[in-house]
């Protein structure tokens, strides 16, 4: 068990809608990674949070967004929402942002419609 | 850009065959992760590769990298049924992970 748990685990939304989801990281790493992964293909990286700081950005638009907390917690945001949106959201926790492991929470899957 | 290529795409073998799975990526980098993931499930850490020549083995799964070829394989021995699963490499580029498409593995009595 890696400790990293997520919520909600299933969403669904509307076009144009607004969502938040939210990672607990195992306590003690500072560093958040978040994924989206369509249906059928590998997770792409959204973005890693680092002590509360943006610390790397994939290839996303600025709807995407997100916050990270000194508890160990942390959230996606994206506004606007698209049917395109539609995948499983995992996060993932290491200790820094080069820890050679990361730990995948269990994932959110978000439908929008 | 980074590119991450897997072959074959899906797989479906027979119990007790032996087959592998092979990741191609683009540019250098000093970290190779192999993942697997069940239906609906989030990823589970298998190997995480981080110098040319490197292997590890865990049960019938064994995986080694060649750096200069850019080249990681995922080997899979007498295969059973419970290997049956979606298998991921991954490239570190800067704590930017890229992801293959995976191999859908189908192992069949």
């Known amino acids: 068990e890696t400790g990293v748990t997520q919520s909600p685990t299933h969403l669904i939304k509307t076009r144009g809608q607004q969502v938040t989801l939210r990672c607990s990281s195992q306590s003690g790493h500072n560093t958040v990674s978040w994924y989206q992964q369509a249906l059928g293909q590998g997770p792409q990286f959204i973005f890693q949070y680092y002590r509360e700081e943006e610390n790397g950005r994939g290839n996303f638009p600025p709807r995407f967004s997100g916050l990270q907390f000194p508890n160990y917690s942390s959230e996606l945001n994206v506004n606007a929402l698209e049917l395109d949106d539609s995948a499983l959201y995992l996060c993932a926790s290491s200790l820094t942002p080069g820890g050679l492991e990361q730990y995948f929470g269990p994932g959110t899957r978000l439908t929008v419609t | 850009e980074l590119k991450v290529e897997q072959n074959p795409l899906f797989l479906s073998m027979q119990e007790g065959k032996n087959y592998t799975i092979y990741c191609n990526y683009s540019t250098t980098s000093d970290r190779l992760y192999w993942y697997r993931q069940d239906p609906g499930k989030s990823l589970e850490s298998l190997f995480v590769?981080?110098?040319?020549?490197a292997v590890k083995q865990e049960g019938r799964l064994m995986a080694s990298l060649d750096t200069k070829a850019r080249l990681s394989t995922l080997h899979i021995t007498a295969a059973v049924h419970d290997l049956s699963a979606t298998y991921f490499c991954?490239?570190?580029?800067?704590?930017?992970?890229?992801f293959g498409a995976g191999t859908r593995l189908t192992v069949k009595p």
């Open positions: 590769l981080l110098s040319n020549g």
């Open positions: 991954a490239v570190d580029n800067n704590n930017d992970m890229r």
